[in-house]
């Protein structure tokens, strides 16, 4: 079993910027890319950044594109997600995710979820 535990979510302006992180625990399997991921109410879960094991391939949803930035601490097990120029539509619940393998964009691809942290964004 891996365990997830995202932090860093609250409530900030449109504009402002927030930093979240998910830490790692737990069986570790080979290599494995991870992801975030986020749920607004009434939507669907959708993809929003995948990084591979290294760190040399990212992956972004275009709707934060030039926003949002994923990184990795593999010494630490640490995913991190920058985000920048925030809008009100990123308002929603954060998760990260884990797999093995490459990064991939598809939820079902993933085995391993935290529990997500809220993100608001008000205008």
């Known amino acids: 079993q891996v365990q997830l535990a995202e932090s860093g979510g609250g409530l900030v302006q449109a504009r402002g910027s927030l930093r979240l992180s998910c830490a790692a625990s737990?069986?570790?399997?080979?290599?494995?890319?991870m992801g975030w991921f986020r749920q607004a109410p009434g939507k669907e879960r959708e993809f929003v950044a995948a990084i591979n094991w290294i760190g040399t391939s990212t992956n972004y949803a275009d709707s934060v594109k030039g926003r949002f930035t994923i990184s990795r601490d593999i010494t630490r097990n640490t995913l991190y997600l920058h985000m920048n120029s925030l809008k009100p539509e990123d308002t929603a619940v954060y998760y990260c995710?884990?797999?093995?393998?490459?990064?991939?964009?598809?939820?079902?691809?993933?085995?391993?979820w935290g529990q997500g942290t809220q993100v608001t964004v008000s205008s």
């Open positions: 995710a884990v797999r093995a393998g490459d990064a991939r964009t598809a939820a079902n691809a993933y085995e391993y």
């Open positions: 737990g069986r570790t399997f080979g290599t494995y890319a």
